[in-house]
């Protein structure tokens, strides 16, 4: 007769049982929500973790000069915490951290929140329902479900693809990890990268710098930012019942009938509008930038010769008008290489420097290269990493993946919709919600897609999204745009109204899953 230790069975026990029933990996807006949601199906045995020191995501991480957010704030928070007296239309960085911080504590969320845990491997276990994260530490953490709430710009790109890069001797940041020991005055600055950082830093920059070298690939838009205080009579109204919500509406209505001509126009009339809307959305863009830039051969630089709504643009405020300062220039020469002490263009011309920002972008959700292969192994070994960059990127409401039990993707292919961050997170949380709501009701120990459905889902993204595919994939050619991915697709917007989004959400046959 074998007999069993008490630490064979302590063992086993661990083996057997995970230690929280959910976690989520990302204590950013995504990471917030589902906390909030797990707890509205009475689920409180959870653990939110961050690589990170602190909650609020990008907000945290992000703490560059005028860091702050470039669509209203009427628009840019929870449905479930309104928030009436931001400072600003156009809130800065420190603001809505310290809102993200509010709604976590009045949730109760922080002492579920564990951080400086790098999730390096997360492991499906299929004899005992549960996951295995391999933590960066050596650690290892088990659970039922695991929500991956990691955002929309997963990792800053340090360091690009640029020859001699590693050589400069300077000093070297990217808008993620600024460097706030640094005084820039009077000394010789490059910019590589013109988006949604730059837009904010160059403004700051400028007047401080000797020279201030802005380093263009690709031609970005740059709209006006009707920023202004909120005065308090303004806050009032916002506080007062459904003002904040009705605020946010007029915005949601404005975005869904976009959507709704941009996927419902029939095919040949879209395409013979595209061409017509992006000669006039041109024209009009040159006009803005003639009154805002006074050189015409920088004005020359900015213009875009692809669809004018390729890329996301920005709400520009100061930008332009920092071009003409005598001190600032806009470079599009092709970088050659990055030598010890400055920059030298495929021109010849080589500008010295002394300090080097990358605001040179991220990888994100919609790049297959974001999914590393042997990161997320499902069921028989089934590597999520491995099959986002040999086919299409696909999954089931933008969150679930056949050969992946019990895992659910916040941010994920075809999931952005609506104004805000924070509009998608929430839809697609509570699909994530219903899913896991569904498995326990059913007594069962896991929750997978059914691949049938998965395939449907994806026709139907096909399908709908076809006017998007052509725009986004045909008039944007050459523009660099992240809405279309290396492998040449475009699995970014969802082409649906937001209000079939948002009831299709929890709307849907609960056997497209299988039960276990």
Same mark, same amino acid.
């Given at each position: 007769?074998?007999?069993?230790?008490?630490?064979?069975?302590? !063992?086993?026990?661990?083996?057997?049982?995970?230690?929280?029933?959910?976690?989520?990996?990302?204590?950013?807006?995504?990471? +917030?929500c589902?906390?909030?949601k797990?707890?509205?199906? @009475?689920?409180?045995?959870?653990?939110?973790?961050?690589?990170?020191?602190? #909650?609020?995501?990008?907000?945290?991480?992000?703490?560059?000069?005028d860091?702050?957010?470039?669509?209203p704030?009427?628009?840019?928070?929870?449905?479930?915490? *309104?928030?009436?007296?931001?400072?600003?239309?156009?809130a800065k960085? $420190?603001?809505?951290?310290?809102?993200?911080?509010e709604v976590a504590?009045?949730?109760?969320?922080?002492r579920?929140?564990?951080?400086?845990?790098?999730?390096v491997?997360?492991v499906?276990?299929?004899?005992?329902?549960?996951?295995r994260?391999?933590l960066?530490?050596?650690?290892? #953490?088990?659970?039922?479900?695991?929500?991956?709430?990691?955002?929309?710009?997963?990792?800053?790109?340090?360091? %690009?693809?640029?020859?001699?890069?590693?050589? =400069?001797?300077?000093?070297?940041?990217? %808008?993620? $990890?600024?460097?706030?020991?640094?005084?820039?005055?009077?000394k010789?600055?490059?910019i +590589?990268?013109?988006?949604?950082?730059?837009?904010?830093?160059?403004?700051?920059?400028?007047?401080?710098v000797?020279?201030? $070298?802005?380093?263009?690939?690709?031609?970005?838009?740059?709209l006006?930012?009707?920023?202004f205080v909120?005065?308090k009579?303004?806050?009032q109204?916002?506080?007062?019942?459904g003002?904040s919500?009705?605020?946010?509406?007029?915005?949601?209505?404005l975005?869904?009938s976009?959507?709704r001509v941009a996927?419902?126009?029939?095919?040949?009339?879209?395409?013979?509008?595209?061409r017509?809307?992006?000669?006039a959305?041109?024209?009009l863009?040159?006009?803005?930038?003639r009154?805002?830039?006074?050189?015409?051969?920088?004005?020359?630089?900015l213009?875009?010769? =692809?669809?004018i709504?390729?890329?996301?643009g920005g709400?520009?405020?100061?930008?332009?008008?920092?071009?003409?300062?005598?001190?600032?220039d806009?470079?599009?020469?092709?970088?050659?290489?990055?030598?010890?002490?400055?920059?030298r263009?495929?021109?010849?011309?080589?500008?010295?420097?002394?300090?080097l920002?990358?605001?040179t972008?991220?990888?994100? =959700?919609?790049?297959?290269?974001? &999914?590393?292969p042997g990161?997320?192994?499902?069921?028989?070994?089934?590597?999520? @990493?491995?099959?986002?960059?040999?086919?299409?990127?696909?999954?089931? &409401?933008?969150?679930?993946?056949a050969?992946i039990?019990? *895992? !659910?993707?916040?941010?994920?292919?075809?999931?952005?919709?609506?104004?805000?961050?924070?509009?998608?997170?929430?839809?697609?949380?509570r699909?994530i919600?219903?899913?896991?709501?569904?498995?326990?009701?059913?007594?069962?120990?896991?929750?997978?897609?059914?691949?049938?459905?998965?395939?449907e889902?994806?026709?139907?993204m096909l399908?709908?999204?076809r006017?998007?595919?052509?725009?986004?994939?045909?008039?944007?050619?050459?523009?660099?745009?992240?809405?279309?991915?290396?492998?040449?697709?475009?699995?970014?917007i969802?082409?649906w109204?937001?209000l079939?989004?948002?009831?299709?959400?929890v709307?849907f046959?609960?056997d497209?899953?299988?039960?276990r």
């Amino acid at each position: 007769m074998t007999r069993t230790s008490t630490a064979d069975t302590e !063992f086993a026990e661990t083996l057997e049982t995970p230690q929280h029933e959910v976690i989520v990996i990302g204590a950013g807006i995504g990471g +917030i929500c589902a906390g909030v949601k797990l707890q509205e199906i @009475g689920i409180d045995d959870f653990l939110i973790v961050d690589r990170v020191g602190g #909650l609020g995501g990008t907000w945290y991480s992000h703490h560059y000069p005028d860091a702050g957010c470039d669509i209203p704030t009427t628009t840019y928070q929870f449905s479930f915490a *309104r928030k009436p007296d931001w400072d600003r239309l156009f809130a800065k960085r $420190d603001q809505i951290l310290e809102y993200l911080r509010e709604v976590a504590a009045d949730h109760d969320l922080p002492r579920h929140m564990r951080f400086g845990v790098n999730v390096v491997q997360e492991v499906w276990d299929d004899t005992h329902d549960l996951w295995r994260l391999h933590l960066e530490s050596g650690e290892v #953490l088990t659970a039922r479900f695991v929500i991956s709430a990691v955002g929309a710009y997963i990792n800053p790109k340090l360091s %690009p693809n640029i020859p001699g890069l590693g050589s =400069f001797e300077g000093v070297s940041m990217h %808008p993620s $990890d600024w460097n706030h020991d640094y005084d820039f005055t009077g000394k010789r600055v490059a910019i +590589i990268g013109v988006g949604a950082s730059t837009m904010q830093i160059a403004p700051q920059l400028a007047p401080q710098v000797a020279s201030l $070298d802005i380093y263009q690939r690709t031609p970005q838009v740059y709209l006006p930012k009707p920023d202004f205080v909120l005065r308090k009579w303004m806050q009032q109204l916002l506080a007062l019942p459904g003002g904040s919500a009705a605020a946010n509406g007029v915005a949601q209505v404005l975005i869904d009938s976009l959507l709704r001509v941009a996927v419902y126009t029939p095919h040949p009339l879209w395409r013979l509008g595209a061409r017509g809307i992006d000669a006039a959305g041109r024209q009009l863009y040159a006009g803005w930038v003639r009154i805002k830039v006074k050189d015409k051969q920088t004005r020359d630089k900015l213009r875009p010769g =692809f669809g004018i709504v390729c890329i996301r643009g920005g709400c520009g405020g100061g930008y332009l008008p920092t071009l003409n300062r005598g001190n600032v220039d806009l470079i599009t020469s092709g970088i050659a290489e990055v030598t010890p002490d400055g920059i030298r263009t495929a021109d010849g011309t080589e500008r010295p420097i002394d300090a080097l920002v990358l605001s040179t972008g991220y990888e994100v =959700f919609s790049d297959p290269e974001s &999914y590393k292969p042997g990161t997320v192994l499902g069921r028989n070994g089934f590597d999520l @990493g491995l099959f986002y960059n040999t086919e299409e990127l696909k999954a089931y &409401y933008s969150t679930s993946v056949a050969g992946i039990p019990n *895992r !659910f993707i916040m941010i994920g292919p075809y999931s952005w919709t609506g104004t805000a961050f924070h509009y998608f997170v929430e839809n697609s949380m509570r699909h994530i919600a219903a899913v896991i709501d569904e498995t326990r009701r059913r007594g069962a120990r896991s929750v997978e897609v059914r691949a049938e459905a998965q395939e449907e889902f994806h026709r139907n993204m096909l399908r709908s999204g076809r006017n998007l595919a052509y725009y986004l994939e045909t008039r944007c050619e050459g523009s660099n745009s992240y809405f279309v991915n290396s492998q040449g697709k475009s699995p970014y917007i969802r082409p649906w109204s937001l209000l079939k989004t948002y009831r299709r959400a929890v709307r849907f046959d609960r056997d497209d899953y299988r039960y276990r």
